[in-house]
């Protein structure tokens, strides 16, 4: 739709002149003779930009500018002065003018006066249309997830977004953290302050504290200028610290102190700066096993999870599977211009009985690959391409090797100890207080072991 203007003047010469000028570039363009028959035609029709006069018998031009902005806030306005007006003209744009032209002006200055300004609010608008599309992408409705353990999650997101609390989101990587700690963010009251995310993983060590907290000129060797970190850029706002596992003890320590005191100082500075910012933070691994290995600050770890959130893996959600690929089916369709709106029977229960490793993640990789192999309007077997379990077996990442270690290391070490009970009980004739008594252990923690095991005469003997 063409930008509509409205041109207030009461004399008709400008009103030509400006009608003469704008007219060529497409513009709808109306007329009035006064303030008061400007409002009258506010009230008819909305308006992308007002042309007015400053000085007019019945109404200035800074009155009209002032009523307008109260009834149609969204509508911007230029003045047009004579001599001798300017400085009224200036103090008018605290009103919310936009900019002012001076009679006689040439017809490349009003040109130029009118298509900024239409730039400028073409650019509102479709800021606060992408804001719309944002807050409703992450609203909870336009989440997937209709297993018990993802109404869960959003009952509690539904819970904690409103508040300032620290959320700690924990889950297997691909589960959706991140998408997780968006709708906190877009459900609560900041939802229109930034929202800014920083991979704990990524940054090398040397170069966190200044990443985060930011740095004075000087401060050290390269700091040629004054850098704001990413704190003070997401003052207001949401900072989500992804896999925080990976965050150096150094950090954890100077990061503590943020989280307690709610204020900055950028490395090298002398200043501190109040803070108003809320912290999500996000783990693919159990945070409190690292507090008891020393890996992870326990102070640090009990003041990021005030709010816990864990994540389940696709694999103990997957009725939420068919939600999923047909969300993925249909997005990559329009991507990539192809008509696949179904998914066979046979391939969906593929997707089903899959127990998909990576995720969420590796859910929509399978299916964007399949999408682009398809040449029929429906996703048959042949088209969903998942890994072999010899390739599965595989590790693709450091973090999948450490934890595929860690996991052999456990299994190994349970089948010693189950061994070494069961070993006990025969020896013992499946006395449990003897058995206890000759291996040196108390009986109830005997019993628990057994329990845990789920170890009975039999089964083992």
């Known amino acids: 739709m063409n930008p509509r203007l409205l041109i207030v003047d009461d004399e008709e010469i400008v009103r030509k002149s400006c009608e003469k000028v ?7 363009l109306e007329t009035a003779t006064s303030g008061t028959d400007a409002l009258q035609r506010l009230q008819e029709a909305c308006f992308d930009l007002v042309l007015t006069d400053l000085m007019m018998p019945d109404m200035s031009g800074i009155d009209l500018l002032k009523k307008a902005k109260e009834g149609w806030p969204d509508t911007e306005v230029i003045l047009i002065t004579g001599y001798g007006t300017v400085a009224t003209a200036v103090d008018a744009l605290k009103y919310g003018a936009y900019d002012y032209i001076e009679k006689p002006f040439t017809p490349e200055v ?6 900024r300004c239409l730039e400028k609010r073409k650019l509102q608008i479709e800021n606060v249309r992408l804001k719309q599309e944002i807050n409703a992408f992450y609203s909870l409705e336009n989440i997937i997830g209709i297993s018990k353990e993802m109404q869960r999650i959003f009952k509690l997101v539904s819970t904690v977004a409103p508040t300032a609390s620290t959320v700690l989101i924990t889950g297997e990587s691909g589960t959706g953290k991140e998408l997780i700690a968006r709708a906190v963010h877009y459900n609560s009251a900041r939802r229109e302050q930034p929202f800014f995310v920083l991979d704990c993983g990524t940054i090398p060590e040397n170069l966190m504290e200044s990443e985060l907290f930011g740095h004075t000129r000087g401060s050290f060797t390269g700091a040629v200028t004054t850098e704001k970190g990413l704190i003070e850029a997401a003052n207001g706002g949401t900072l989500f610290l992804d896999e925080i596992s990976n965050l150096p003890l150094s950090m954890q320590s100077k990061l503590l102190r943020v989280l307690q005191e709610k204020e900055l ?15 999500i933070a996000a783990s693919n691994r159990d945070l409190s096993e690292m507090v008891r290995e020393g890996t992870f600050r326990e102070d640090f ?3 990021l999870s005030v709010f816990p959130l864990s994540v389940p893996p696709l694999r103990s959600r997957k009725e ?21 709106p179904h998914i066979s029977t046979e391939a969906m229960r593929q997707l089903i009985t899959y127990d998909w490793p990576g995720n969420i993640r590796e859910l929509e990789n399978v299916i964007h690959r399949a999408v682009i192999v398809c040449n029929d309007r429906m996703l048959r077997p042949e088209h969903i391409i998942i890994p072999t379990e010899e390739e599965q077996d595989i590790p693709r ?43 040196g252990m108390q009986r109830t923690n005997f019993h628990a072991l057994l329990k845990k095991y789920n ?6 003997d």
């Open 320 to 340: 939420d599977i068919p939600a999923l690929a047909y969300h993925f089916l249909h997005k990559y369709s329009k991507e990539i211009g192809r008509n696949v």
């Open 110 to 115: 009003l040109l130029n006066a009118v298509e």
């Open 455 to 460: 170890i009975s005469k039999g089964k083992d």
């Open 301 to 303: 770890y009990y003041r």
């Open 22 to 28: 704008l007219s060529p570039q497409g513009y709808t």
């Open 265 to 279: 100082r950028a490395v090298g500075g002398k200043k501190t700066l109040r803070l108003d910012i809320r912290f």
């Open 397 to 439: 990442t450091l973090e999948e090797l450490k934890k595929r270690k860690k996991d052999i290391r456990l299994k190994s070490i349970e089948e010693i100890e189950k061994g070494f009970l069961v070993s006990a009980l025969r020896r013992n004739g499946w006395n449990i207080t003897r058995a206890a008594q000759e291996i």
